[in-house]
């Protein structure tokens, strides 16, 4: 019984420490770095794509 009680205090210790990241605001910085990450990465896909489609046309072009 006293193993149980013990667990269930770790888990809400658990619980209290993941909630801490939102109250001192880390998570917005989390949030933030992601979106520019993830930002950057579709803007570099975005214009790979139109190099990619800039040479297919040039390649059709030439046959």
């Given amino acids: ?3 149980l ?3 269930f205090q770790y888990i ?4 209290a420490r ?3 990241m939102y109250d ?3 998570i917005y910085v989390v949030i933030a770095v992601l979106a520019v990450v993830l ?3 579709f803007i ?3 214009n790979m ?3 990619i489609k800039s040479l297919e046309q040039k390649i059709k072009s030439n046959e």
């Fill in 5 to 7: 009680h013990v667990d």
């Fill in 12 to 15: 809400i210790l658990l619980n």
């Fill in 44 to 46: 570099y896909l975005f």
């Fill in 18 to 20: 993941n909630f801490s």
């Fill in 39 to 41: 930002l950057g990465f």
């Fill in 49 to 51: 794509d139109r190099k």
């Fill in 1 to 3: 019984m006293s193993l």
């Fill in 24 to 26: 001192s605001g880390k």
